[in-house]
C-alpha cells in the first residue's frame, strides 16, 4: 500500500496528460490500485514502472472511450481544470505541461500518440519502455512520437508571456468581469479575442466559440448577473445566491479566475495572453468538471 502511495501523485499526473479528466484520471488510479493490491510485491522488479505502465495502458483504453463519448457532447469540451498551486502537494507531477490550451491540442492527437507524446515529452521515459506500455515496436513508437510532436508544434499556441504580466491582466480582468466594467473588458481584449466556454449542457454556456470584443464583453456581463447566478446554483440543487466571491487561483499551471458561490466554485476562467492582450478565453462551467475543485 505505501508503496502504491509513494507514486499516486506521479500515476495521477500520467492519467490525467493523457485523459485531461480529473474524474477519469481518478479512476484509472483507482483501477491501478485494485490491480497493484492483488500482485506479488515482491515479484515485481521496478514498482515505478510497473505502476505507470498499469496506469497508461488503463489511461489509453478510458481515452478511447471518452473519446466516442464526447462527440455527442453538448456544446464546446473543455478539460477539466485543476489546481497547481504550490502547496497543493497531491499535485506535485501536475506542475508543468497541463495547460488547457496544451491539452486541447493533445485531444486532436490518436490515443496512441498521446500516450507516447505524454509519456516522453512530459516524463521522458525512454522509448524501450514506452514501446512496452502501448504494445508496438520501438521503431513504430519513435514514428507515433514524431507525429504527435509535430502535430502538437504546428497547433499549439504559442504566447510568449511573461508570467507577472499574465497574472497582471489576469487581475484586470477579474475586477472587470466582477465590475460589470463593459468598456474595461474590451480595452482588455484583442480586437479578434475568441472565447469557448464548457456548460456540457448543464450551466448556460455558448454552444459555439464567440469572437470579437464586444461580442465576448456583452456574453460575460450577460451571464454575470444574479438571476443567471441563481439559476445556475439551482441548477446544482442549491437554492439562493449565497457567498458570491471571485477570486485569483492557480490552475493549469496559470492565473486564473475562479467565481464561486455557496461554498462551490461556479466558474473558472482561463485566459491566453498576446502582445498585451487577451486573445482567447477558456470558460468551464460544467458543475461536472469543477466540483473537485475549492472556492478561492
Known sequence: MSTFEDHRSLLTGVAYRILGSVADAEDVVQEAWLRWSGV?????????????????????????????????YVGPWLPEPISTAPDVAEHAELAESVELALLLVLETLSPLERAVFVLREAFDLPFT??????????????????????HVRERRPRFDVDSQERRRITERFISASAEGDLDGLIELFASDVTMVSDGGGKARAALRAITGAGNVSRWLLSINTPANIAAFMASIGMSGISDLSVGLATMNNAPAMVMSAGGRVI??????????????????????????????
Open 40 to 72: 506479488d510485491e515482491a515479484a515485481v522488479g521496478d514498482p515505478k514502472a510497473y505502476l505507470v505502465r498499469v496506469t497508461s495502458r488503463l489511461a489509453i483504453d478510458r481515452l478511447r472511450w471518452a473519446k466516442s463519448r464526447r462527440e455527442s
Open 129 to 150: 519502455e514506452i514501446a512496452e506500455i502501448i504494445g508496438r515496436a520501438e521503431p513504430a513508437t519513435r514514428q507515433l512520437a514524431r507525429r504527435a510532436r509535430d
Open 267 to 296: 466558474t473558472v476562467a482561463s485566459l491566453l495572453i498576446s502582445d498585451g492582450k487577451i486573445a482567447t478565453i477558456y470558460l468551464i462551467a460544467n458543475p461536472e468538471k469543477i466540483a473537485h475543485l475549492e472556492p478561492v
